[in-house]
């Protein structure tokens, strides 16, 4: 009788949850613990108010920089990382939410009196409490696949995030891993509703009206854009371009009018090859109608480098060797144009110590000490926020091209130093035009919008020195991108968004 009895029950209790319906939920994600209520604080109160279950995130351990209390310098690390977890907790306990940690390191941890950032050498000697570094985390597939388990754990209706391209680096990288990690959950099945990216900032490229625009169409409130929505399709890889991409002039032809006599264009790729792959063809034409070129590369180049065994294997090649490698290609490369590049030399996410692979959280990085000027980040901890001002400053360039946010970690921080360099050029006195972004490839964040590009450039006749100058990347296998291959018969169009003009004040 008791067994059937609790037989009964579990039978009742599948019955009434069968009847309920699964919990609904709310995820809000943030990169420190202060975010949690400052990003959502008012949407989780609705949405849980309504029977919503409420999940609160947070990526990093602690928020570096920031004093323990008032007025007062910021304490040991450690201690700053308890206080953090004690403010989520507070935070989820008065929205009656769950409080869930990542663990991902700061950019920066505070080291006596002053700061150790990734890929230092100190920073592998204090070897701080945390997993990945939150500004190369996006590249870390353990990070995302954690975070995706999350959502898959709780098929979350809503998750609420940062913005791409928001002032503040972290909450930038933050938005990005969220991204990630809800594209593979829904791989993996989840139930999912829709992502918000919060729509406003201050001092980030979100912040520029000529990026935003593209959000616009997908704004659901006046503080979150809904950048995904796993209602609708998944958009099949060919309709993520502008239709037919390379033969059709979607916008007006480049003019531009300088007070040179001879303008400055610069080329900023972060690998050696990208300035070939997504803009050389433009690079090519200014050069021909006589503007002065230059062509920056913003990584070391410690990665990227295979050799190829039999049946398909492949073997990385070791950090140095790469280097050198992978930078004679580029400089190869750049001669075809009448060139010379500029290395920033900021660090790859990873580089090979023989066949292992290091990334800048393991202990090795700091022994190892490879060459390099910090992370491939705007953050302030590196030197690359200053180099590529610098080198701005130095030539003002009449125009700027470089990485929209994108796939790959590299080439999305690439863009958004450019972006900060540029205007704190600017700021600074600098006399620079505009800085454009290309569009047509594969652009994640935007798969619910569509980018419509303000200048299309007729790179038909440009395209064969281009080609010619591709070829020098054989580590790339450069040989086998037949997509950038000319085609006798066939237009080719580079098209790009213009996302901060200063012409006017020339």
């Given at each position: 009788?008791?067994?059937?009895?609790?037989?009964?029950?579990?039978?009742?209790?599948?019955?009434?949850?069968?009847?309920?319906?699964?919990?609904?939920a709310?995820?809000?994600?943030?990169?420190?613990?202060?975010?949690?209520e400052?990003?959502?604080?008012?949407?989780?109160?609705?949405?849980?108010?309504?029977?919503?279950?409420?999940i609160?995130?947070?990526?990093?351990?602690?928020?570096?920089?920031?004093?323990?209390?008032?007025?007062?310098?910021?304490?040991?690390?450690l201690?700053?990382?308890?206080?953090?977890?004690?403010?989520?907790?507070?935070?989820?306990?008065?929205?009656?939410?769950?409080?869930?940690?990542?663990?991902?390191?700061?950019?920066?941890?505070?080291?006596?009196?002053?700061?150790?950032?990734t890929?230092?050498?100190w920073?592998s000697r204090?070897?701080?409490?945390?997993?990945?570094d939150?500004?190369?985390?996006?590249?870390r597939?353990?990070?995302?696949?954690?975070v995706?388990?999350?959502?898959?754990?709780?098929?979350?209706?809503?998750?609420?995030?940062?913005?791409?391209?928001?002032?503040?680096?972290?909450?930038?990288?933050?938005?990005?891993?969220?991204?990630?990690?809800?594209?593979?959950a829904?791989?993996?099945?989840?139930?999912?509703?829709?992502?918000?990216?919060?729509?406003?900032?201050?001092?980030?490229?979100l912040?520029?009206?000529?990026?935003?625009?593209f959000f616009?169409?997908?704004?659901?409130?006046?503080?979150?854009?809904?950048?995904?929505?796993?209602?609708e399709?998944?958009?099949?890889?060919?309709?993520?371009?502008?239709?037919?991409?390379?033969e059709?002039?979607?916008?007006?032809?480049?003019?531009?009018r300088?007070?040179?006599s001879?303008?400055?264009?610069?080329?900023?790729?972060?690998?050696?090859?990208?300035?070939?792959v997504?803009?050389?063809?433009?690079?090519?034409?200014?050069?021909?109608?006589?503007?002065?070129?230059?062509?920056?590369?913003?990584?070391?180049?410690?990665?990227?480098?295979?050799?190829?065994?039999?049946?398909?294997?492949?073997?990385?090649v070791?950090?140095?060797?790469t280097?050198?490698?992978?930078?004679?290609?580029?400089?190869r490369?750049?001669?075809?144009?009448?060139?010379?590049?500029h290395?920033?030399?900021?660090?790859?996410?990873?580089?090979?110590?023989?066949?292992?692979?290091?990334t800048?959280?393991d202990?090795?990085?700091?022994?190892?000490?490879?060459?390099?000027?910090?992370?491939?980040?705007?953050?302030?901890?590196?030197?690359?926020?200053?180099?590529?001002?610098?080198?701005?400053?130095?030539?003002?360039?009449?125009?700027?091209?470089?990485?929209?946010?994108?796939?790959?970690?590299?080439?999305?921080?690439?863009?958004?130093l450019?972006?900060?360099?540029?205007?704190?050029?600017?700021?600074?006195?600098?006399?620079?035009?505009?800085?454009?972004?290309?569009?047509?490839?594969f652009?994640?964040?935007?798969?619910?919008?569509?980018?419509?590009?303000?200048?299309?450039?007729?790179?038909?006749?440009?395209?064969?020195?281009?080609?010619?100058?591709?070829?020098?990347?054989?580590?790339?296998?450069?040989?086998?991108?037949?997509g950038?291959?000319?085609?006798?018969?066939k237009?080719?169009?580079?098209?790009?968004?213009?996302?901060?003009?200063?012409?006017?004040?020339?």
């Amino acid at each position: 009788m008791r067994a059937l009895f609790a037989l009964a029950a579990v039978t009742l209790g599948l019955t009434l949850q069968a009847a309920v319906g699964p919990e609904k939920a709310i995820v809000v994600i943030g990169a420190h613990a202060d975010d949690l209520e400052s990003l959502a604080g008012a949407s989780v109160a609705k949405y849980i108010a309504r029977g919503y279950k409420g999940i609160f995130a947070v990526l990093t351990t602690h928020r570096a920089g920031a004093p323990l209390t008032p007025g007062k310098l910021e304490g040991d690390p450690l201690e700053a990382i308890q206080l953090h977890s004690e403010a989520a907790i507070a935070a989820a306990r008065r929205y009656r939410a769950t409080p869930v940690f990542f663990n991902l390191h700061p950019t920066r941890i505070r080291h006596g009196r002053s700061f150790a950032f990734t890929g230092s050498p100190w920073w592998s000697r204090f070897m701080p409490p945390g997993t990945w570094d939150i500004s190369a985390a996006p590249a870390r597939r353990p990070v995302v696949n954690a975070v995706a388990a999350l959502l898959v754990e709780h098929n979350p209706e809503l998750v609420l995030t940062h913005g791409i391209g928001e002032g503040d680096i972290e909450h930038h990288s933050g938005a990005d891993i969220v991204y990630r990690a809800w594209t593979e959950a829904r791989r993996r099945g989840a139930r999912l509703g829709q992502l918000w990216f919060r729509s406003k900032d201050s001092s980030g490229m979100l912040s520029e009206a000529s990026f935003r625009r593209f959000f616009e169409p997908a704004r659901v409130t006046d503080d979150f854009f809904a950048l995904a929505d796993a209602r609708e399709p998944e958009i099949e890889q060919q309709d993520r371009r502008f239709g037919p991409q390379w033969e059709t002039a979607l916008a007006p032809p480049f003019t531009y009018r300088s007070s040179r006599s001879q303008p400055v264009v610069m080329a900023v790729g972060a690998h050696c090859d990208d300035i070939e792959v997504q803009t050389g063809g433009t690079l090519v034409n200014l050069l021909r109608q006589g503007w002065k070129g230059l062509y920056v590369v913003t990584t070391n180049n410690t990665a990227g480098n295979y050799l190829r065994g039999g049946e398909g294997s492949t073997f990385p090649v070791d950090g140095l060797e790469t280097i050198q490698v992978r930078q004679e290609e580029g400089r190869r490369a750049a001669a075809m144009f009448g060139l010379e590049p500029h290395y920033l030399n900021l660090h790859e996410l990873v580089f090979y110590l023989g066949r292992q692979q290091i990334t800048m959280e393991d202990e090795e990085w700091g022994l190892y000490d490879p060459p390099g000027n910090g992370p491939v980040t705007s953050s302030p901890e590196g030197k690359g926020l200053e180099l590529m001002t610098a080198l701005l400053e130095q030539h003002e360039p009449d125009l700027v091209i470089a990485h929209l946010l994108s796939d790959k970690p590299e080439h999305g921080q690439s863009g958004d130093l450019v972006y900060r360099a540029f205007k704190q050029a600017t700021a600074r006195g600098a006399r620079l035009g505009q800085l454009w972004m290309p569009v047509g490839r594969f652009l994640p964040y935007f798969q619910r919008v569509r980018l419509h590009p303000d200048i299309s450039i007729d790179v038909t006749e440009d395209n064969r020195l281009n080609w010619e100058a591709l070829q020098h990347h054989v580590s790339q296998n450069a040989a086998g991108m037949i997509g950038m291959k000319p085609q006798p018969g066939k237009k080719r169009y580079e098209h790009f968004i213009i996302i901060v003009d200063n012409t006017g004040h020339r």
